[in-house]
Each structure stands twice: as C-alpha cells, then as structure tokens.
Antibody
Framework: EVQLWESGGALVQPGESLRLSCAAS????????MNWVRQVPGKGLEWVST???????YYTDSVKGRLTISRDDSKSTLYLQMNSLSAEDTAIYYC???????????????WGQGTMVTVSS | IQLTQSPSSLSASVGDRVTITCRAS??????LAWYQQKPGKAPKLLIY???TLRSGVPSRFSGSGSGTDFTLTISSLQPEDFATYFC?????????FGGGTKVQIK
C-alpha cells in the first residue's frame, strides 16, 4: 500500500523558517513527480509546488523565493523548506503523489494526512 | 488558468442525480481531475483526464467535457457522497483548483 506521511508542522512566528517532510512508502519514489498542496481550514485547496523526477521545480507565485521544494530519492522523502513565513502561509500542508504522467499528469492520486503550519505572533 | 466551479454548494437527497460544473478560463484539453474531500480528511482523486474513473471509485461517479467546460455527475447520490468536490487543471503551471462545491443533505 502506498502511503505518504507528512511531518514538521508547527506554530512559528512571522519571519521564521520551517521545514516540512513527507516520507513515502510502498512505491518507487524516484519514478513520480511530487507535490505540495495547502488548505486553510474550511477553505479551498491551493497548489503550492511540484518537483519532477529530474528535480525540475515549479511554484505558485505567492511562495516563489521563500519556499523551496526538494526530494531525496534515496530516502523516499519530499521536503518543503519554508522561509520568511507570514500569516498568509497558515494552512494544512499536504504532500501528494502525481499519478501517471506523460506530457501531463493524471491528477494527484495519493495524499498524506496533512500537517498544520500556523504562523502567528 | 482560473477554474470556476458551480454551484458553490447544493442541497440534495439520497438518490438524486447531482451535476457539478467546472469552467476553465482557457482551453485545457482534457487535463482535468476531480477530487472528493470529507471534513478533516485529505482529498481523494475520483476522476482524471476529465472522464477516466479512478480504479475503485463507484461507477455512479462520471466526468465529461473537454476544452473549457467540464462536468462531474453523481448519478444516484449516496449517504457517503456528502462532501466537498474540487476540480483541478493539470494543463500548465501554475496548477489550479476550483473553489469547491459542497454537497449537503437536503
């Protein structure tokens, strides 16, 4: 069974940094693009970032220059380094595995349970 | 690419046929996915490539459309289907989600 497990969420003050991790099991991790999606509780989903199998990265505009996605295929782990955090970053952060991909991918087929990041003074 | 879902919420009864629409601000071919999310849980993929039912998803769910206009249909609403549904475009970065449709019990 494919599973994703996020960790690292916490309460931090504005301007501080945090690193989220997402450990994967039950799959050949290196074969799949991976993603971060966030959600303010009770609100909609916001795509944050994607990393391809070759390490190519993509970000939503509001996090460019502050959040960095990375992966360690030897550890089957996805990361999100979060710097210069602000209240607008407060959300549940989900990691998600991309489905089958050719030139495009078929959705996000496996999701973790989410980890809460709260930015507040 | 903006995705506009409608309605934002609806009330329906068990057994009803439910239709949710998702309109893209530009042509996304068939690169659209639909998700179901229940309170306190992560989203679950229901349909990808606009109309392909994910393995294990009940056949009462179906998707249609291409280009800019898409539909998710639940043919006969079941108690476990009361949830929020989101569309997502995978045509180009930045990837985007629709605002969601909350399906409530009438």
């Amino acid at each position: 069974e494919v599973q994703l497990w996020e960790s690292g969420g916490a309460l931090v003050q504005p301007g501080e940094s945090l690193r989220l991790s997402c450990a994967a099991s039950g799959l050949t991790f290196s074969n799949y693009p991976m993603n971060w999606v966030r959600q303010v509780p009770g609100k909609g989903l916001e795509w944050v970032s994607t990393i391809g199998t070759r390490g190519d990265t993509y970000y939503t505009d509001s996090v460019k220059g502050r959040l960095t996605i990375s992966r360690d295929d030897s550890k089957s782990t996805l990361y999100l380094q979060m710097n210069s955090l602000s209240a607008e970053d407060t959300a549940i952060y989900y990691c998600a595995k991309s489905g089958y991909c050719t030139t495009k991918c078929d959705g996000f087929d496996i999701w973790g349970q989410g980890t809460m990041v709260t930015v507040s003074s | 690419i903006q995705l506009t879902q409608s309605p934002s919420s609806l009330s329906a009864s068990v057994g009803d046929r439910v239709t949710i629409t998702c309109r893209a601000s530009q042509d996304i071919s068939s690169h659209l996915a639909w998700y179901q999310q229940k309170p306190g849980k992560a989203p679950k993929l229901l349909i990808y490539a606009a109309s392909t039912l994910r393995s294990g998803v009940p056949s009462r769910f179906s998707g249609s459309g291409s280009g800019t206009d898409f539909t998710l249909t639940i043919s006969s609403l079941q108690p476990e289907d009361f949830a929020t549904y989101f569309c997502q475009q995978l045509q180009s970065f930045p990837l985007t989600f629709g605002g969601g449709t909350k399906v409530q019990i009438k």
